[in-house]
Each structure stands twice: as C-alpha cells, then as structure tokens.
T-cell receptor
Framework: SQKIEQNSEALNIQEGKTATLTCNYTNYSPAYLQWYRQDPGRGPVFLLLIRENEKEKRKERLKVTFDTTLKQSLFHITASQPADSATYLCALSTGGFKTIFGAGTRLFVKA | ETGVTQTPRHLVMGMTNKKSLKCEQHLGHNAMYWYKQSAKKPLELMFVYSLEERVENNSVPSRFSPECPNSSHLFLHLHTLQPEDSALYLC???????????????FGEGSRLTVL
C-alpha cells in the first residue's frame, strides 16, 4: 500500500541553524509533492509545491528537493527562527483529488 | 472574509446527537474536501466534491454524511457518532479539474469534535 514516512516525529535545532526534514514514500509515483506547515489547533498552510520533473524549489528561506529515484524529498529551512517552530507535513498527489499526507515532523527551534 | 471558513471551531456532542459542520470557501475554487486528523496520525481523506458532485468517498461510515449545495459551501452531517470519531475535522478547497489539479490544498482552521 502507499506509504509516506517523515523522518522523525520531532526535531530540535538551535536558532540560526538549518533545519532539514525528510519525506520518504513507497508504492507511489507522485506527480506533485507539497509541504505544509501546521500550528497547534490550526489547519495546515500550504508552503511549497514541486513537480516530478523538478529537482529543487526555493522560496525565501525554504528549499525543497525531490528525488524520484530515491523516492525522497528534503525540506530545508535556513537561518531558522523560533517562529518556525511548527509541525511540517509532506503530501503527495498524482494529479486529481487524492492528496495523501505524512504524519508530520514537529520542529522546535530554540532561541 | 477570506480563504476557507469552518464553523463551529469546537463541538462537543453525545453519541445520540445530530449535528453539522459547515465550511465556506471564498477562493472561487471548484473542489472541496473533508479530512479527518487524529492525534499523531496522517490526515485521512474522507470526501471530495468537484463542481458539487461527490468524486471521492473513502470508505467512511454512514454516520458521516456530506452535503455540497454549491461550489462554495460544504457540510458534514454527524449522527450517532462514536467516541473514536473525536478528532479535528478539516475542510479544504482546491482549483483545477481532474489531473490538472496539482493537489495544492487550502485548509480551514478545523472543527475540533469531541464525542462523549
């Protein structure tokens, strides 16, 4: 069955460092991969989308890579800040209405 | 109002009650979704409506009944729920039809449901 694994349930880093979150998937060939941010008690907020024919996408301090051979995406936040503390969700879609999500990684950025 | 609005934000109900969750999107999107989020579990897709027609129904128990009267409104009618149905129910919308839909979702803040 299709499966998405996000590297760890929680990640602690120091302010100013780069946070790297991992998303691995199996039994799936997504056309699109997305990353969302979710704060406690709130709905997820879309951050970035990368297509299967793209290797890398950047937006301000965020960078996403997509390796369809390894079936893996890396999500980087550079110069991390305490305000970046949240849960980050990886999501996959083949196009259409069925987007599937990972369980998320909780990021804690310490001042 | 902007984005996707869900009401109520919090709901407590007994197992014999009937209640409804409401979602409204102000983005002009043509697809709307219900997702369920339980603690430490991935979001589970429940229902999808595209142009007011149900296109996905992910083996959801009949005690959950969706309704989409138009492309801006989505309801989830709840009836004789179980305590394990307690969760955060998220509404989302997206643009694009069929495979042109990249899956990029815009979520509401969710309705936190507690079933006693």
């Amino acid at each position: 069955s299709q499966k998405i694994e996000q590297n760890s349930e929680a990640l602690n880093i120091q302010e100013g460092k780069t946070a790297t979150l991992t998303c691995n998937y199996t039994n799936y060939s997504p056309a699109y991969l997305q990353w969302y941010r979710q704060d406690p008690g709130r709905g997820p907020v879309f951050l970035l989308l990368i297509r299967e024919n793209e290797k890398e996408k950047r937006k301000e301090r965020l960078k996403v890579t997509f390796d369809t051979t390894l079936k893996q995406s890396l999500f980087h936040i550079t110069a991390s800040q305490p305000a970046d503390s949240a849960t980050y969700l990886c999501a996959l879609s083949t196009g259409g209405f069925k987007t599937i999500f990972g369980a998320g990684t909780r990021l804690f950025v310490k001042a | 109002e902007t984005g996707v609005t869900q009401t109520p934000r919090h709901l407590v109900m007994g197992m014999t009650n009937k209640k409804s969750l409401k979602c409204e999107q102000h983005l002009g999107h043509n697809a709307m979704y219900w997702y369920k989020q339980s603690a430490k579990k991935p979001l589970e897709l429940m229902f999808v409506y595209s142009l007011e027609e149900r296109v996905e129904n992910n083996s959801v128990p009949s005690r959950f009944s969706p309704e989409c009267p138009n492309s801006s409104h989505l309801f989830l009618h709840l009836h004789t729920l179980q305590p394990e149905d307690s969760a955060l129910y998220l509404c989302a919308s997206s643009q694009g039809l069929g495979t042109a839909n990249t899956g990029e979702l815009f979520f509401g803040e969710g309705s936190r449901l507690t079933v006693l």
